[in-house]
C-alpha cells in the first residue's frame, strides 16, 4: 500500500503524570505513516484527489495541544483516530510520539510510543420479530451512524423471512449493513450489545423472538473464536436470510473460513434448498399424554430373577404389573411383536462399558418401537458359595457386560472369566453347579435369592457406573413431551458419507447423544448407524433433519422416541 509520511512535527505541549510536565510543558515529537492509495492523484496530479499533508499536520498539533493527557500513549491513539475519521482517503495510520526530554534521570535519548491503527469493514446482521420490526431495524443502523467510529457504508433493503429454529414465533424482518469502524471486534459486540439493550431484547430463550438482534457476520478477514464472540458468525453461510441482504450489499466480501465470497455461498445455499428433502413425519405414529399401563400390563425382560433387568423393570413400571423372563433379548421383541408381552425392557448401553452389543440390531430388525428408557445404578458383587473364600476363586461366570465393567477386579486376581446369558443366571449356575473355585459377578439381589455369599462388594471398575435400558412395545406411539429420538440409517461405502448425513444435526441446530455404527451384515464394510439425538418429533427442526437425512441415506428408520 501507497504510504505518505511526515516526520518529526515538533510541538510544544504539557503531557505527563507529573504536575510539572503539565505546568511547565516540554517538547513533543509526532511523526505519522498515512496508508492510502494516491494512485488517481498521481495519475491526475491533481492536489484535489490527494490527502493534503499539511492539513494532516495540523489536525496532530491541533490534537496534541487541545489538552493535557497523562499518556503518550492517549495522545498517540488520538492522533490515530482523529486522523482516520477526518480523511476518509486514509485507510490506516502509524503513528509516533516521542518525548525526548521525558522525566528519567538517566543518559537517554528519547522514549516514544508507536500505534498502527487502520479501519476495518465489519457485515452485520440485524433481524427482528417483535413489535414494529422495521423501525427497530431503522433506529439502529442510525444509532451505528451516529458512532464517532463507525461509518455506515451500506444498508441492504429488508426482507421478511419464517423463523428459524424450534421455538414457535412470528415472522422475522432482516436486513444486512456494511460498515467501517476503529473498533475492535470486542468494543463492536459492546456497542451492538447496548444497541439491542435499547431495543429492549432480552436474551430468555435461545432461538426466541427478539425485538433486534445484531450479529457481527465478517470482520475483516479475520476469524475470531472466543466466549464470546464467534466471526465469521457461524451459521450464516446456512441461513438464507443472512446471506441475501448481504449479498445485495456486499456480494464479494470473503468468508476467510470457506473462502469464498458472499455470492458464491448465497449460490450454494439456493442449489442446496432447491433438491431440499420434504420435511418428514411419520403419520402412523400416535402422540399420547401417556403410555397405557395398569395391572393387566404384561412386561417382559431377559434372564432370571435377581437380573439387573428385573430391577429395570420394577424401578420403571412399579410393582403392580405383571412381570415375566425369558431367556435372551431376541425372545423379549418376539413376545412384544406377538402381543404376548405389552412391553418389553432391553439394556442398551453402560456407561462405562458401552453399548450392549447388537441390542439395537434386534430392535431394529424386529420393528419393535422404543417408547421410554430407564437408567439403573449397577453395583457388581462376587457372588460365591456359602462355604467359599475369596482365595478358593478361580473362574467368574457373568454377562459379558458384567465382564467388562469389572474388568480390573478380574485381572487383579487372576480370574478366569465366562460369559453367559444373564449376571442373574450366572449366579443360578454357582448355586446348581455347587463348586466352591466357582464365583459369579452379579447383584445382591442374586446372591439372596440363590443363597450365594458375597465374597466382595462394588467389584465394577468405575464407581459410577450406570445402565440404560429402553422400554419398548409393538405401537407406534410417542409420548408428547417426549425429547429424545433414537433413529438408524445405512450410508454408502464412500468418502464424505457419513459426514453428509452429521452435517443435517449441525444445521438443524440438533444435539447428538450417542452413535453406534454395526456391520450391516449384508455387504462388507457398510454399516447401519444408531444415533441418539435431542429434539421432538414434532418440532420443525427435527423433521427437517429426518427429511434430509432420508433423502440422503438408502434406510431410515425411527426407532422411538422417548
Ligand atoms: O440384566 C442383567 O442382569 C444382565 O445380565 C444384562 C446386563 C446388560 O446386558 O447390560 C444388564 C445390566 C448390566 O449392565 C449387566 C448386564
Not at 258 to 272: D, H, Q, Y
Request: net charge negative; with cysteine; aromatic share 8%.
Amino acid at each position: 500500500m501507497d504510504k505518505i509520511l511526515i516526520k518529526n512535527i515538533n510541538i510544544f505541549a504539557y503531557h505527563g503524570v507529573f504536575e510539572k510536565e503539565k505546568k511547565e510543558g516540554q517538547l513533543f515529537r509526532v511523526s505519522a505513516e498515512l496508508y492510502l492509495s494516491v494512485r488517481k492523484a498521481a495519475q491526475k496530479d491533481d492536489i484535489n484527489l490527494a490527502v493534503n499533508y499539511a492539513e494532516v499536520a495540523e489536525l496532530i498539533e491541533n490534537v496534541v495541544t487541545r489538552e493535557k493527557c497523562d499518556l503518550i500513549e492517549t495522545v498517540a491513539e488520538n492522533i490515530a483516530s482523529e486522523i482516520l475519521i477526518g480523511f476518509e482517503a486514509i485507510e490506516g495510520v502509524k503513528i509516533k510520539v516521542s518525548k525526548p526530554n521525558a522525566p528519567i534521570d538517566l543518559d537517554f535519548e528519547d522514549v516514544a510510543v508507536e500505534v498502527e491503527r487502520k479501519k476495518h469493514t465489519v457485515l452485520l446482521g440485524l433481524g427482528s420479530n417483535l413489535g414494529d420490526r422495521e423501525k427497530y431495524i431503522r433506529t439502529a443502523v442510525d444509532q451505528l451512524g451516529k458512532d464517532d467510529y463507525i461509518k455506515v457504508l451500506k444498508v441492504s433493503g429488508m426482507i421478511e423471512t419464517e423463523p428459524y429454529g424450534p421455538v414457535e414465533q412470528p415472522d422475522f424482518m432482516n436486513a444486512a449493513v456494511l460498515i467501517e469502524t476503529l473498533y475492535t471486534p470486542d468494543e463492536l459486540l459492546s456497542v451492538t450489545s447496548d444497541i439491542e439493550q435499547d431495543a429492549g431484547r432480552e436474551r430468555i430463550i435461545h432461538w426466541g423472538p427478539r425485538t433486534l438482534d445484531i450479529d457481527i457476520l465478517l470482520y475483516d478477514e479475520e476469524i475470531i473464536s472466543s466466549e464470546k464472540l464467534i466471526i465469521p458468525h457461524k451459521e450464516m453461510h446456512l441461513r438464507d436470510f443472512v446471506l441475501r441482504p448481504a449479498e445485495e450489499i456486499a456480494p464479494f466480501m470473503m468468508h476467510p473460513v470457506f473462502k469464498k465470497n458472499i455470492r458464491t455461498l448465497m449460490e450454494e445455499l439456493s442449489a442446496e434448498a432447491e433438491n431440499a428433502a420434504e420435511p418428514y413425519f411419520d403419520k402412523s405414529y400416535k402422540i399420547v399424554d401417556e403410555l397405557c399401563i395398569n395391572e393387566n400390563s404384561k412386561v417382559v425382560y431377559a434372564g432370571v430373577p435377581g437380573a439387573y433387568a428385573e430391577m429395570a423393570v420394577h424401578k420403571f413400571f412399579g410393582d403392580d404389573v405383571k412381570v415375566y423372563n425369558v431367556k435372551s433379548f431376541d425372545d423379549i421383541v418376539n413376545d412384544v411383536i406377538n402381543k404376548k408381552a405389552d412391553y418389553g425392557v432391553i439394556p442398551i448401553e453402560n456407561s462405562s462399558a458401552g453399548f450392549v452389543s447388537g441390542n439395537y440390531d434386534i430392535i431394529r430388525n424386529s420393528g419393535v418401537v422404543i417408547v421410554a428408557e430407564v437408567v439403573l445404578d449397577i453395583e457388581h458383587s462376587l457372588l460365591g458359595l456359602p462355604s467359599a473364600g475369596i482365595e478358593d476363586i478361580k473362574k467368574v461366570y457373568s454377562h459379558a457386560q458384567g465382564i467388562m465393567q469389572c474388568k480390573e477386579f478380574i485381572d487383579k486376581n487372576g480370574f478366569t472369566a465366562v460369559s453367559v446369558n444373564n449376571t442373574a443366571a450366572a449366579a443360578k449356575k454357582i448355586r446348581d453347579d455347587n463348586n466352591p473355585a466357582n464365583a459369579a459377578i452379579a447383584s445382591e439381589r442374586a446372591a439372596e435369592l440363590y443363597g450365594l455369599k458375597v465374597l466382595a462388594k462394588g467389584i465394577n471398575t468405575s464407581n459410577d457406573n450406570s445402565t440404560k435400558f429402553v422400554i419398548v412395545t409393538k405401537d407406534k406411539v410417542a409420548l408428547k413431551d417426549a425429547d429424545s429420538i433414537s433413529l438408524c440409517f445405512k450410508t454408502a461405502h464412500k468418502v464424505g458419507a457419513l459426514f453428509n448425513i452429521m452435517k443435517h444435526f449441525n444445521s438443524n441446530g440438533l444435539n447428538m447423544t450417542s452413535i453406534e455404527s454395526r456391520p450391516s451384515l449384508r455387504k462388507k464394510w457398510q454399516y447401519y448407524f444408531y444415533v441418539t439425538f435431542d429434539g421432538r418429533i414434532t418440532d420443525k427442526n427435527v423433521m427437517k433433519a429426518l427429511g434430509e437425512i432420508a433423502a440422503e441415506t438408502d434406510e431410515m428408520d425411527i426407532l422411538g422416541t422417548y
